[in-house]
């Protein structure tokens, strides 16, 4: 539910830059470069030759029957091409995480859009065979995300260093690729339990899209479609909940703690009341997003009643967002961990795991039942951020 990259080195990155430590910066940047490059080999090793067994986790006939054997073929099909983009996203995500480090967040604000319109135009494209593209379908949703990708990372490239000036990192940025054994410790110490709960978490998620999927290929796209709509939605709260742990760890870098505190509470405050708002909107779309797609009455039945869920819950989640960017613009790191991905599997998973698997509730039920427990996670993330632990300052010296 929120934007994925870095984190640990992030932390660095965000207190440096309210430091005014142009040095850590880049240093911090070169550890990125080192950490998504190994992440994307492997990434792409492990689903290029496990792919099959791994999609296979989430084909299951339910109410509804499908061809399950020509599921796994496009899946199949779609991933081949989708990881030629992993590198470049990778690479993309080191420079925006970094300029929103910076405070110059406005560049990748506008590429991440200019993203979405060309994956749009290019779904229209290339599946349907517009203008004259080839017809591929699944296929060239795929090089639609691919191309997508790669409109984004050039937009960031070309704007960051044409714009020097204003990004001072950038400058001799690639003299060198080697990084002080030192900040690296620190990240590595700090950055660990975040790699390991972002491992945990996207895997927590997975999990419970694959016992979601044992109630059939109904649920699986319903669940793709209501996720479609809610992602555009969800921008808001996830660009928010990441700008209070720069803005925050700006202030903590430079040893402002009071004005971090106020700034913390007021830009959690905003967060949340704008979600009550966006919320509303995305309610409105429940309806009326499904018909877009040429599927059954079943599967548009289920998106609308989970977009409507997505709905009622997005404050809560606006809410819990900011909580882990507060815990982890302090370097709270081994907290954080505990707060964001122990409730996944501790919680969420074996409740679905219980509702889906051992009872007869319809499947929007047991999804209505989970998503409420975002509900249980935001009264303990206001207990731990109101201990006030967070408030520190890493990057002294």
């Known amino acids: ?41 492997l990434g792409v090793l492990a689903l290029r030759f496990f792919d099959e067994p791994l999609l296979s986790l989430f084909l299951h006939q339910g109410s509804e029957q499908g061809d399950l054997v020509l599921t ?20 993309s995500q080191s420079y925006a995480s970094t300029l929103r480090e ?25 599946i349907y065979g517009r ?23 050039m937009i960031i490239l070309v ?35 975040l790699l390991f709960n972002e491992a945990l978490w996207s895997s927590g998620q997975t999990t419970l899209v694959q016992i979601y999927s044992t109630r059939g290929l109904a649920v699986v796209a319903g669940i793709n479609i209501s996720n479609t ?28 703690m009071e004005e971090a505190k106020r700034t913390n509470t007021r830009m959690t405050a905003f967060s949340v009341m704008c979600c009550f708002a966006i919320g509303g909107l995305l309610a409105a779309t429940s309806g009326v997003f499904p018909l877009l797609y040429n599927t059954t009455d079943e599967v548009r039945h289920i998106a609308s009643r989970l977009i409507l869920i997505t709905s009622a819950v997005m ?29 996944v599997w501790c919680v969420c998973i074996p409740l679905a795991f219980v509702l889906c698997r051992l009872t007869a509730l319809p499947f929007v039920g ?18 731990l951020v109101k201990q006030g632990k967070w408030i520190r300052n890493i990057v002294e010296g």
């Open 1 to 41: 539910m929120r934007v994925r990259g870095p984190r640990g080195a992030g932390i660095y990155g965000a207190q440096f830059s309210g430091k005014r430590d142009v040095e850590g910066v880049q240093n911090v940047f070169r550890f990125k470069l080192w950490l998504v490059g190994l992440l994307s080999i």
């Open 72 to 91: 796994l073929q496009c899946a199949k099909a779609y991933l081949a091409v989708a990881l030629i983009g992993l590198p470049v996203w990778a690479l």
């Open 102 to 126: 910076t405070a110059s967040t406005t560049l990748p604000m506008g590429a991440g859009i200019a993203a979405m319109l060309v994956n749009l135009i290019g779904n229209w494209i290339l």
């Open 131 to 153: 203008f004259g593209a080839p017809r591929l379908g699944v296929v060239g949703a795929a090089w639609a995300t691919v191309l997508s990708r790669v409109v984004e990372l």
């Open 159 to 193: 704007f960051t260093h044409a714009n020097a000036k204003d990004h001072p990192f950038v400058k001799g940025l690639y003299r060198t690729l080697k990084v002080p054994r030192a900040l690296t410790g620190m990240i590595v110490r700090k950055g660990m339990p």
């Open 229 to 256: 709509i809610s992602m555009l939605f969800n921008i808001v709260f996830m660009s928010l909940g990441s700008s209070i742990g720069i803005v925050v760890g700006n202030l903590l870098g430079a040893g402002e």
């Open 315 to 343: 404050p809560f989640h606006a809410y819990t967002n900011a909580c882990y960017f507060t815990l982890r613009s302090g370097g709270l790191t081994r907290l954080t961990m505990v707060y964001d991905c122990s409730f």
């Open 366 to 383: 047991c999804y209505a039942a989970v998503t409420a427990t975002e509900g249980l996670k935001a009264l303990f993330g206001y207990h």
